[in-house]
């Protein structure tokens, strides 16, 4: 009986561990940011160097109806004036370097990993809400 129950804990450990080869791989735009982004960008709290991600998508995906062009423009060429975020969070972190050494594609793909790890909590929030905005 014993025997049995150590075989089936190892059958279990073996599933498991197909199952997270199996697992799918990064998409383009997570490779990309976990290149380029990552030393700067955190996904989600506490902030890095810069904004974490989910903050900065749920800014864009508020202030837009379509965030993904907004996005890739500020990506390509950053300027405060064209930012979602507040001006006290360009204060703090200031503007960050141009991507422009990234394919429009290849900024495409990460705008669209950014936006899908937005904190879609904060999305629907009032222009103005100070929630997250110390």
Do not use: N, W
Request: aromatic share 6%.
């Amino acid at each position: 009986m014993r025997s049995l129950s150590i075989v089936a804990g190892l059958l279990s450990l073996t599933a498991g561990a197909l199952a997270a080869q199996q697992a799918s791989p990064p998409s383009e735009g997570e490779q990309i940011f976990q290149t380029v982004c990552a030393m700067c960008h955190s996904v989600a709290p506490p902030p890095k160097l810069a904004p974490p991600i989910s903050h900065a998508a749920a800014y864009y995906m508020r202030r837009f109806p379509d965030p993904l062009p907004p996005l890739v423009a500020y990506l390509k060429e950053p300027a405060a004036a064209r930012s979602a975020m507040p001006a006290h969070v360009i204060e703090r972190f200031g503007v960050m370097p141009p991507q422009s050494h990234l394919s429009d594609a290849q900024l495409t793909a990460v705008a669209k990993y950014i936006l899908s790890a937005a904190d879609t909590a904060h999305v629907r929030a009032q222009p103005g809400h100070r929630h997250h905005e110390r």
